[in-house]
Protein backbone atom coordinates (compact mmCIF):
# COMPACT_ATOMS: atom_id res chain seq x y z
CA UNK A 1 0.00 0.00 0.00
CA UNK A 2 1.64 3.69 -0.97
CA UNK A 3 1.99 5.91 1.65
CA UNK A 4 0.13 8.68 1.73
CA UNK A 5 1.02 12.06 4.12
CA UNK A 6 -1.47 14.97 4.45
CA UNK A 7 0.28 18.34 5.38
CA UNK A 8 -2.22 20.78 6.74
CA UNK A 9 -1.46 24.67 7.05
CA UNK A 10 -4.02 26.95 8.09
CA UNK A 11 -3.81 30.09 5.81
CA UNK A 12 -2.50 33.53 7.45
CA UNK A 13 -3.62 31.85 10.49
CA UNK A 14 -3.63 34.75 13.40
CA UNK A 15 -4.94 37.24 10.68
CA UNK A 16 -7.68 35.25 9.65
CA UNK A 17 -9.13 34.49 12.94
CA UNK A 18 -9.05 38.44 13.14
CA UNK A 19 -10.69 39.09 10.04
CA UNK A 20 -13.20 35.94 10.94
CA UNK A 21 -13.90 37.64 14.14
CA UNK A 22 -14.13 41.20 13.08
CA UNK A 23 -16.03 40.78 9.53
CA UNK A 24 -15.70 44.48 9.13
CA UNK A 25 -11.92 43.91 8.47
CA UNK A 26 -12.57 41.44 6.07
CA UNK A 27 -10.91 42.59 2.79
CA UNK A 28 -8.47 45.47 4.05
CA UNK A 29 -4.65 45.14 4.89
CA UNK A 30 -4.40 43.74 8.41
CA UNK A 31 -1.11 43.50 10.46
CA UNK A 32 -0.97 41.31 13.52
CA UNK A 33 2.08 42.24 15.95
CA UNK A 34 3.64 45.48 16.72
CA UNK A 35 1.61 48.88 16.54
CA UNK A 36 3.04 51.79 13.96
CA UNK A 37 5.16 53.63 15.31
CA UNK A 38 6.47 51.69 17.96
CA UNK A 39 9.10 49.12 18.10
CA UNK A 40 8.67 45.49 16.42
CA UNK A 41 8.08 43.40 13.49
CA UNK A 42 5.21 42.01 11.83
CA UNK A 43 4.26 38.47 13.20
CA UNK A 44 1.84 37.90 10.23
CA UNK A 45 -0.70 39.78 7.71
CA UNK A 46 -3.41 39.01 6.02
CA UNK A 47 -2.68 37.97 2.06
CA UNK A 48 -4.63 41.81 1.49
CA UNK A 49 -1.28 43.49 3.69
CA UNK A 50 0.78 40.60 1.63
CA UNK A 51 -0.16 42.52 -2.01
CA UNK A 52 1.77 45.61 -0.62
CA UNK A 53 4.86 43.59 -0.39
CA UNK A 54 4.43 43.32 3.61
CA UNK A 55 5.87 39.77 5.24
CA UNK A 56 6.28 38.19 8.77
CA UNK A 57 9.87 39.68 10.35
CA UNK A 58 9.37 42.85 8.55
CA UNK A 59 9.93 46.12 10.84
CA UNK A 60 6.55 47.74 11.61
CA UNK A 61 8.07 50.58 10.88
CA UNK A 62 9.04 49.69 7.21
CA UNK A 63 5.59 48.05 7.06
CA UNK A 64 3.65 51.24 7.48
CA UNK A 65 4.85 53.36 5.41
CA UNK A 66 3.86 50.63 2.18
CA UNK A 67 0.46 50.04 3.59
CA UNK A 68 -2.57 52.00 2.89
CA UNK A 69 -4.27 54.45 5.82
CA UNK A 70 -6.96 51.70 5.99
CA UNK A 71 -5.01 49.32 7.34
CA UNK A 72 -6.13 47.46 10.57
CA UNK A 73 -3.40 46.87 13.34
CA UNK A 74 -3.99 44.50 15.90
CA UNK A 75 -1.70 42.70 19.31
CA UNK A 76 -1.87 38.89 18.97
CA UNK A 77 -4.45 36.82 21.34
CA UNK A 78 -2.34 33.87 21.48
CA UNK A 79 -4.91 32.27 24.01
CA UNK A 80 -7.44 32.63 21.23
CA UNK A 81 -5.87 31.05 18.49
CA UNK A 82 -4.42 28.43 20.26
CA UNK A 83 -8.28 27.79 21.12
CA UNK A 84 -9.06 27.32 17.95
CA UNK A 85 -5.92 25.76 17.00
CA UNK A 86 -7.43 23.03 19.50
CA UNK A 87 -11.00 22.68 17.47
CA UNK A 88 -9.41 22.68 14.07
CA UNK A 89 -7.02 19.56 15.44
CA UNK A 90 -10.06 18.36 17.26
CA UNK A 91 -11.64 17.76 13.64
CA UNK A 92 -8.54 16.57 11.95
CA UNK A 93 -8.41 13.54 14.45
CA UNK A 94 -12.30 12.72 13.34
CA UNK A 95 -10.43 12.20 9.30
CA UNK A 96 -7.36 10.21 10.79
CA UNK A 97 -6.40 8.96 13.88
CA UNK A 98 -2.50 9.31 13.07
CA UNK A 99 -2.20 13.26 13.32
CA UNK A 100 0.89 14.85 14.17
CA UNK A 101 0.65 18.42 15.25
CA UNK A 102 4.06 20.70 14.68
CA UNK A 103 3.34 23.91 15.40
CA UNK A 104 -0.39 25.93 16.55
CA UNK A 105 -2.05 26.11 12.56
CA UNK A 106 0.32 23.06 10.96
CA UNK A 107 -0.59 19.07 11.40
CA UNK A 108 0.42 16.06 9.27
CA UNK A 109 -1.99 13.20 8.89
CA UNK A 110 -1.44 9.53 7.91
CA UNK A 111 -4.04 8.98 5.61
CA UNK A 112 -2.45 5.66 3.67
CA UNK A 113 -5.55 3.73 3.33
CA UNK A 114 -8.48 5.84 3.27
CA UNK A 115 -8.97 5.81 0.17
CA UNK A 116 -11.28 3.08 0.65
CA UNK A 117 -13.09 5.44 3.22
CA UNK A 118 -13.28 9.02 1.51
CA UNK A 119 -11.89 8.36 -2.09
CA UNK A 120 -8.78 9.39 -4.27
CA UNK A 121 -6.17 11.65 -2.23
CA UNK A 122 -7.56 15.32 -4.04
CA UNK A 123 -11.03 13.92 -1.92
CA UNK A 124 -9.03 13.57 0.95
CA UNK A 125 -7.56 16.38 0.86
CA UNK A 126 -10.74 18.35 -0.18
CA UNK A 127 -12.52 16.57 2.96
CA UNK A 128 -10.28 18.06 5.13
CA UNK A 129 -10.46 21.72 3.61
CA UNK A 130 -14.24 21.47 4.37
CA UNK A 131 -13.66 19.96 7.76
CA UNK A 132 -11.79 23.03 8.72
CA UNK A 133 -13.79 25.57 6.94
CA UNK A 134 -17.43 23.83 8.60
CA UNK A 135 -15.92 23.94 11.73
CA UNK A 136 -14.21 26.97 12.41
CA UNK A 137 -14.78 29.10 9.26
CA UNK A 138 -11.09 29.48 8.03
CA UNK A 139 -8.97 28.07 4.83
CA UNK A 140 -6.34 25.71 5.00
CA UNK A 141 -4.01 24.88 2.32
CA UNK A 142 -3.38 20.91 2.30
CA UNK A 143 -1.00 19.06 0.57
CA UNK A 144 -0.61 15.60 0.19
CA UNK A 145 2.89 13.15 -0.99
CA UNK A 146 4.59 9.92 -0.15
CA UNK A 147 6.63 11.73 2.89
CA UNK A 148 6.52 14.55 5.22
CA UNK A 149 9.00 16.53 2.61
CA UNK A 150 7.20 16.54 -0.23
CA UNK A 151 3.64 17.14 1.45
CA UNK A 152 4.68 20.32 3.33
CA UNK A 153 6.23 21.02 -0.16
CA UNK A 154 2.97 20.70 -1.30
CA UNK A 155 1.09 22.48 0.85
CA UNK A 156 3.02 25.83 -0.20
CA UNK A 157 2.83 24.99 -3.64
CA UNK A 158 -0.59 26.82 -3.79
CA UNK A 159 -1.43 29.39 -1.15
CA UNK A 160 -4.29 30.45 0.04
CA UNK A 161 -6.88 27.98 -0.24
CA UNK A 162 -4.41 25.01 -2.36
CA UNK A 163 -5.07 21.58 -2.93
CA UNK A 164 -1.96 19.86 -3.91
CA UNK A 165 -1.36 16.23 -4.44
CA UNK A 166 2.14 14.90 -5.71
CA UNK A 167 1.87 10.89 -6.16
CA UNK A 168 5.04 9.12 -5.71
CA UNK A 169 5.60 8.84 -9.69
CA UNK A 170 5.40 12.35 -9.94
CA UNK A 171 8.03 13.39 -7.13
CA UNK A 172 11.10 14.09 -9.68
CA UNK A 173 8.99 16.13 -11.96
CA UNK A 174 7.46 18.04 -8.99
CA UNK A 175 11.12 18.77 -7.13
CA UNK A 176 12.91 19.78 -9.94
CA UNK A 177 11.67 23.27 -11.06
CA UNK A 178 11.59 24.29 -7.38
CA UNK A 179 14.50 26.79 -5.78
CA UNK A 180 17.17 24.31 -4.27
CA UNK A 181 16.85 26.15 -0.67
CA UNK A 182 13.16 24.45 -0.07
CA UNK A 183 15.15 21.92 0.65
CA UNK A 184 15.18 21.13 4.96
CA UNK A 185 18.23 22.31 6.64
CA UNK A 186 19.41 24.59 4.59
CA UNK A 187 21.07 27.25 6.38
CA UNK A 188 22.19 30.22 5.44
CA UNK A 189 26.25 29.19 5.40
CA UNK A 190 25.35 25.80 3.47
CA UNK A 191 23.30 27.49 0.54
CA UNK A 192 25.67 30.22 -0.93
CA UNK A 193 28.29 26.85 -1.08
CA UNK A 194 25.87 25.74 -3.51
CA UNK A 195 25.49 28.89 -5.43
CA UNK A 196 29.12 29.11 -5.96
CA UNK A 197 28.61 25.28 -7.66
CA UNK A 198 25.82 26.92 -10.22
CA UNK A 199 23.00 25.22 -8.44
CA UNK A 200 19.76 27.12 -8.51
CA UNK A 201 17.04 24.17 -8.70
CA UNK A 202 16.34 20.89 -6.83
CA UNK A 203 17.12 19.62 -10.47
CA UNK A 204 20.49 21.22 -10.62
CA UNK A 205 21.22 20.01 -7.47
CA UNK A 206 20.28 16.44 -8.18
CA UNK A 207 22.92 16.62 -10.57
CA UNK A 208 25.78 16.61 -8.36
CA UNK A 209 26.79 13.22 -6.51
CA UNK A 210 26.79 12.07 -3.00
CA UNK A 211 30.55 12.67 -2.29
CA UNK A 212 30.40 16.18 -3.79
CA UNK A 213 27.68 17.55 -1.85
CA UNK A 214 29.33 15.94 1.45
CA UNK A 215 32.63 17.53 0.34
CA UNK A 216 30.66 21.23 0.09
CA UNK A 217 28.11 20.53 2.62
CA UNK A 218 29.49 17.99 5.30
CA UNK A 219 28.59 14.45 5.54
CA UNK A 220 25.05 14.79 7.30
CA UNK A 221 24.18 17.43 5.57
CA UNK A 222 25.23 16.86 2.20
CA UNK A 223 23.39 13.05 2.69
CA UNK A 224 20.28 14.46 3.75
CA UNK A 225 20.55 17.35 0.47
CA UNK A 226 21.39 14.05 -2.26
CA UNK A 227 18.15 11.82 -0.68
CA UNK A 228 15.88 15.20 -0.46
CA UNK A 229 16.41 16.08 -3.98
CA UNK A 230 15.43 12.76 -5.51
CA UNK A 231 12.45 12.70 -2.64
CA UNK A 232 13.62 10.43 -0.54
CA UNK A 233 12.08 11.72 3.17
CA UNK A 234 10.87 10.73 6.28
CA UNK A 235 7.28 9.18 6.13
CA UNK A 236 6.80 8.21 9.88
CA UNK A 237 4.34 10.30 11.98
CA UNK A 238 4.88 11.02 15.82
CA UNK A 239 1.00 11.43 17.00
CA UNK A 240 0.36 14.30 19.46
CA UNK A 241 -0.26 13.05 22.82
CA UNK A 242 -0.18 15.31 25.19
CA UNK A 243 3.36 16.31 26.37
CA UNK A 244 3.92 15.63 30.14
CA UNK A 245 6.72 18.18 29.16
CA UNK A 246 8.83 20.14 26.90
CA UNK A 247 12.97 19.16 27.33
CA UNK A 248 15.88 19.50 25.50
CA UNK A 249 19.24 18.14 26.65
CA UNK A 250 23.27 17.52 25.21
CA UNK A 251 25.43 14.72 25.90
CA UNK A 252 28.71 16.37 25.41
CA UNK A 253 31.68 14.41 23.22
CA UNK A 254 33.92 14.94 26.46
CA UNK A 255 33.23 15.85 29.90
CA UNK A 256 32.87 19.57 29.95
CA UNK A 257 33.83 22.10 33.03
CA UNK A 258 33.78 25.39 31.49
CA UNK A 259 30.89 27.19 33.07
CA UNK A 260 30.81 29.25 29.93
CA UNK A 261 30.28 26.54 27.44
CA UNK A 262 27.67 24.93 29.89
CA UNK A 263 25.75 28.42 29.85
CA UNK A 264 26.25 28.44 26.30
CA UNK A 265 24.40 24.97 26.36
CA UNK A 266 21.68 25.82 28.48
CA UNK A 267 20.62 28.59 26.58
CA UNK A 268 20.39 26.70 23.35
CA UNK A 269 18.25 24.35 25.08
CA UNK A 270 16.66 27.17 26.74
CA UNK A 271 15.61 28.71 23.00
CA UNK A 272 14.22 25.45 21.78
CA UNK A 273 11.95 24.29 24.19
CA UNK A 274 10.30 27.86 24.66
CA UNK A 275 10.23 27.84 20.94
CA UNK A 276 8.28 24.03 21.05
CA UNK A 277 5.94 25.82 24.13
CA UNK A 278 4.93 29.01 22.26
CA UNK A 279 4.37 27.07 18.47
CA UNK A 280 2.11 24.44 20.73
CA UNK A 281 0.28 26.95 22.56
CA UNK A 282 1.51 26.11 26.03
CA UNK A 283 2.96 27.74 29.47
CA UNK A 284 4.86 26.17 31.84
CA UNK A 285 5.11 27.04 35.71
CA UNK A 286 7.85 24.35 35.91
CA UNK A 287 11.50 24.43 35.08
CA UNK A 288 13.68 21.53 35.34
CA UNK A 289 17.37 21.32 35.20
CA UNK A 290 19.15 18.15 34.38
CA UNK A 291 22.77 17.08 34.81
CA UNK A 292 24.82 14.03 34.50
CA UNK A 293 27.97 13.74 35.90
CA UNK A 294 30.85 11.31 34.91
CA UNK A 295 29.93 8.32 34.87
CA UNK A 296 26.41 8.00 34.69
CA UNK A 297 25.36 10.06 37.86
CA UNK A 298 22.26 12.03 37.27
CA UNK A 299 20.57 14.70 38.91
CA UNK A 300 17.25 17.11 38.91
CA UNK A 301 16.86 19.75 40.28
CA UNK A 302 12.89 22.10 39.85
CA UNK A 303 11.35 25.08 40.42
CA UNK A 304 8.05 26.42 40.65
CA UNK A 305 7.17 29.84 38.91
CA UNK A 306 4.83 32.29 40.10
CA UNK A 307 3.32 33.34 36.48
CA UNK A 308 3.86 30.30 34.09
CA UNK A 309 6.06 31.42 31.04
CA UNK A 310 7.28 30.36 27.69
CA UNK A 311 9.88 32.71 27.76
CA UNK A 312 13.37 31.39 26.48
CA UNK A 313 15.59 34.02 28.81
CA UNK A 314 13.05 33.20 31.55
CA UNK A 315 13.98 29.15 31.00
CA UNK A 316 17.61 30.37 31.13
CA UNK A 317 17.51 32.48 34.18
CA UNK A 318 16.33 30.19 36.36
CA UNK A 319 18.09 26.98 35.22
CA UNK A 320 21.38 28.73 35.68
CA UNK A 321 20.41 29.17 38.75
CA UNK A 322 19.34 26.10 39.95
CA UNK A 323 22.80 25.12 38.90
CA UNK A 324 24.64 27.93 40.50
CA UNK A 325 22.63 26.96 43.88
CA UNK A 326 24.47 23.83 44.20
CA UNK A 327 27.78 24.39 45.78
CA UNK A 328 29.06 20.48 45.16
CA UNK A 329 28.76 20.89 41.59
CA UNK A 330 31.20 23.44 40.73
CA UNK A 331 34.05 22.20 38.99
CA UNK A 332 32.77 18.93 37.90
CA UNK A 333 32.77 17.36 34.67
CA UNK A 334 29.45 17.42 33.54
CA UNK A 335 28.45 14.91 30.69
CA UNK A 336 24.85 15.80 29.83
CA UNK A 337 22.89 19.03 30.78
CA UNK A 338 19.48 19.63 29.93
CA UNK A 339 16.36 21.70 30.61
CA UNK A 340 12.78 20.79 30.53
CA UNK A 341 9.27 22.76 31.50
CA UNK A 342 6.26 21.17 32.76
CA UNK A 343 3.34 21.91 34.79
CA UNK A 344 1.48 23.40 31.88
CA UNK A 345 -1.08 26.41 32.24
CA UNK A 346 -3.17 27.27 29.91
CA UNK A 347 -4.42 31.04 29.50
CA UNK A 348 -7.97 31.80 28.76
CA UNK A 349 -9.21 34.73 27.65
CA UNK A 350 -10.15 36.51 31.17
CA UNK A 351 -6.18 36.56 31.49
CA UNK A 352 -4.44 39.67 30.60
CA UNK A 353 -1.82 36.98 29.47
CA UNK A 354 -0.23 35.90 26.08
CA UNK A 355 2.94 33.48 25.13
CA UNK A 356 5.13 36.71 24.96
CA UNK A 357 4.47 37.91 28.44
CA UNK A 358 7.42 37.23 31.05
CA UNK A 359 6.98 35.70 33.83
CA UNK A 360 8.78 37.06 37.15
CA UNK A 361 12.32 38.23 37.06
CA UNK A 362 11.29 42.09 36.42
CA UNK A 363 12.77 42.63 32.94
CA UNK A 364 11.63 45.21 30.86
CA UNK A 365 7.97 44.59 28.42
CA UNK A 366 9.92 45.68 25.36
CA UNK A 367 11.13 42.10 25.94
CA UNK A 368 7.64 40.57 24.77
CA UNK A 369 8.22 42.73 21.48
CA UNK A 370 12.25 41.13 20.80
CA UNK A 371 10.35 37.28 21.38
CA UNK A 372 7.28 38.21 18.96
CA UNK A 373 10.43 39.87 16.29
CA UNK A 374 12.66 36.98 16.81
CA UNK A 375 9.69 34.45 16.78
CA UNK A 376 8.65 35.52 12.96
CA UNK A 377 12.07 36.07 11.90
CA UNK A 378 12.89 32.29 12.85
CA UNK A 379 9.50 31.40 11.03
CA UNK A 380 10.37 32.35 8.07
CA UNK A 381 14.06 32.41 7.72
CA UNK A 382 15.20 29.24 10.64
CA UNK A 383 16.76 28.84 13.77
CA UNK A 384 20.19 29.77 12.82
CA UNK A 385 19.07 33.14 11.12
CA UNK A 386 18.91 34.89 14.76
CA UNK A 387 19.63 33.97 18.38
CA UNK A 388 19.47 36.12 21.74
CA UNK A 389 22.94 36.66 23.25
CA UNK A 390 23.79 34.90 26.70
CA UNK A 391 23.67 37.70 29.58
CA UNK A 392 26.78 36.39 31.26
CA UNK A 393 26.44 38.50 33.97
CA UNK A 394 24.58 35.05 35.13
CA UNK A 395 27.12 33.23 35.04
CA UNK A 396 28.84 34.43 37.75
CA UNK A 397 32.10 35.58 36.66
Not at 59 to 73: G, H, K, W
Not at 137 to 161: E, F, M, Q
Not at 349 to 363: C, I, S, V
Request: a positive charge.
Amino acid sequence: MPRLILHVDLDAFFAAIEQRDHPEWRGRPLVVGAQPGGRGVVATCSYEARRFGVHSAMPITQAARRLPPETVYVRPRVAHYAQVSAQIMAVLATISPRIERVSIDEAYLDVSGLTALFGPPRVIGEQVKGSIRQAVGLTASVGIGPNRLIAKLASDYHKPDGLTVVLEEQVADFLAPMPFNVLRGMGVKTAPRLARLGVKTVGDLRELSLETLRQHCGARAGTQFYYQARGIADDRLYPDRERLSISKERTFPEDVTDPKQLAETLHWAAREVAWTARQTGRLGRVVTLKVCFYPFETHTRSRSLRVPTADEQDLYQVAWSLLASEATWTGRPVRLIGLGLSGWSQPTTGQQLDLFETAETGRNPADNGLTETLDAIRHRFGAEAIQRGIGLHHQGN
